[in-house]
């Protein structure tokens, strides 16, 4: 007798569809698993032996054949065990097959018959969605996460014996109070307690409003970490879509769920992080801190100290907001679009153009070489941070994290309904021609640009993004269009002017 159970796989960012079939039939006793299944996925011939039986079912002595469909697609991890045993449970006529037509069924089972976390399950929900299924039996503590996805109808099931019976007709078995959504309080370093540096703060409140890059070089002490780390304290809250977007790709990275997030990620690799590391594809399925700080942060301490190929290995994320990944056995497509800020001392001791500098003309000239190229071209702002002395220390901040917040949510609705036909929303991610179409600059202005183009001080991308940020000093200026004080203000920012 022939049955089928709906079930998913992991695959990068995506839960892809399985259709598991089970057969079974006369014959010399044997459990095969076909379909390009993994180690753990062919293991799960002895765990759903031995749950089923343990469950109080029978164990046919027969020859039963499992095909994980398509055939072509490689399945990997212990979440396909309840819907294996499920599928052979009612190919033996011990459950009703009505159950399976409708409902995914994901968990690893014990050898007791109890139902395990089986892998992504907020991934799967929205993939069984979106594959037109009515429910999905998970375990207890994945009921929660699942519930996030509306329009389907999540069972709980503890054991074996629960999804037998969920898939009867029956009731789930109920959430404990453990798996309950959890709300964490914990307050967030604001800027008001950043003094001085005026400079600096302003630069990261327009890096906020529209998206953009910013780099922060000077001296050690001088505040580049404490300013990096209030940059979510002013950045709006994550829409609905890009909560659950957030939130599935962190679940996917091994993070607990317990709830659509509505902060935006913030991501401070260490130094030492390899270029796998940095945008993932170490194996399949292992997400860089590039793809984690999608829709957020991703902070980088000391960006000299990077390897080359880790910071070579950013140039398409920072310019696409995507990285695409072939390796021998697999290809995939992650999406990295997140706010760059990089902090770096100007020189190796820190202390460049101070008597305290004790850096040598080569050990200047090698500094410079690891900090340009294709790297600065993707930089949008940099702030050089000097130290503020006593009076600096006691100066009153230049703005509060809430006042921030407001200015650069303004800027943004302003965004919003200016490229309300776009397919960005944020000036920092405009390509030329939907630049060309909203900048409305006035002539004086593009005529700054095209001179300093002319005269070598900037690249077509240097100009394309010295435009993009003036755009946005004037959204946080309430200007309808880009002046000549907007573009003079983005010049100073760039990297050939902060850095000479």
């Known amino acids: 007798m022939l049955a089928r159970a709906h079930a998913f796989t992991v695959d990068g960012l995506h839960a892809r569809h399985v259709m598991v079939?089970?057969?079974?039939?006369?014959?010399?006793?044997?459990?095969?698993?076909?379909?390009?299944?993994?180690?753990?996925?062919?293991?799960?011939r002895e765990r759903v032996r031995a749950a089923i039986l343990n469950s109080g079912f029978e164990f046919p002595a027969r020859r039963i054949t499992a095909n994980l469909a398509p055939a072509d697609l490689p399945k990997a991890g212990p979440g396909l065990d309840l819907a294996l045993a499920c599928a052979l449970l009612a190919a033996t006529g011990q459950i009703a097959g009505e159950g399976l037509q409708s409902h995914a069924l994901l968990g690893e089972l014990g050898l007791d018959g109890a139902v395990r976390r089986g892998g992504s399950t907020l991934a799967v929900a929205d993939a069984a969605r979106r594959a037109g299924l009515r429910g999905l039996v998970v375990s207890p503590p994945g009921a929660h996460e699942a519930g996030l996805i509306e329009g389907l109808h999540v069972a709980a099931a503890s054991s074996l014996r629960s999804a037998a019976r969920v898939l009867n007709g029956g009731a789930g078995d109920p959430v404990p109070a453990s798996a309950a959504l959890e709300r964490t309080g914990t307050a967030e370093p604001a800027l008001?307690?950043?003094?001085?540096?005026?400079?600096?703060?302003?630069?990261?409140v327009i890096a906020a409003a529209g998206a953009h890059n910013v780099m922060l070089s000077g001296p050690p002490g001088t505040g580049k970490t404490m300013l990096a780390l209030r940059m979510p304290s002013i950045l709006?809250?994550?829409?609905?879509?890009e909560a659950v977007e957030v939130t599935r790709i962190h679940s996917l990275g091994g993070a607990r769920v317990v709830g659509l997030r509505s902060r935006r990620p913030f991501r401070a690799p260490h130094h030492t992080v390899t270029a796998a590391g940095l945008v993932g594809g170490a194996r399949g399925?292992?997400?860089?801190?590039a793809v984690l700080a999608h829709n957020g942060v991703l902070f980088l301490d000391e960006i000299s100290e990077f390897a080359r190929s880790a910071i070579q290995a950013l140039r398409q994320p920072l310019e696409e907001g995507r990285i695409a990944i072939a390796r021998a056995r697999y290809a995939a497509v992650?999406?990295?679009?997140?706010?760059?800020i990089?902090?770096?001392?100007?020189?190796?001791?820190?202390?460049?153009?101070?008597?305290?500098?004790?850096?040598?003309?080569?050990?200047?000239?090698?500094?410079?070489?690891?900090?340009?190229?294709?790297?600065?071209e993707r930089i949008d702002l940099v702030a050089h941070m000097r130290e503020p002395g006593t009076a600096g220390a006691d100066a009153p901040p230049l703005s509060s994290s809430a006042l921030a917040r407001e200015q650069v949510a303004a800027a943004r609705e302003r965004q919003a309904s200016r490229l309300a036909r776009e397919p960005e929303s944020l000036n920092g991610h405009l390509g030329p021609s939907a630049l060309a179409r909203h900048l409305l600059a006035e002539p004086r202005a593009e005529e700054m640009v095209r001179h300093a183009a002319e005269a070598g001080l900037l690249s077509a991308r240097g100009a394309h993004r010295v435009m993009r940020v003036a755009r946005t000093i004037a959204d946080l200026g309430a200007s309808e269009r880009v002046r000549t004080q907007d573009v003079g203000a983005a010049l100073a920012l760039r990297p050939e002017a902060a850095l000479a």
């Open 21 to 44: 079939e089970v057969d079974v039939r006369p014959g010399l006793p044997g459990f095969a698993i076909v379909g390009l299944a993994d180690a753990a996925v062919r293991e799960a």
């Open 192 to 204: 008001e307690e950043v003094r001085g540096q005026h400079h600096a703060v302003r630069a990261l």
């Open 334 to 340: 992650y999406p990295a679009r997140f706010i760059l």
């Open 342 to 376: 990089a902090a770096t001392n100007p020189c190796p001791c820190g202390y460049a153009g101070g008597e305290r500098c004790t850096c040598s003309e080569s050990e200047l000239a090698r500094q410079r070489r690891r900090l340009s190229g294709p790297l600065l």
């Open 236 to 241: 709006p809250p994550l829409s609905t879509a």
């Open 285 to 289: 399925g292992v997400l860089g801190e």
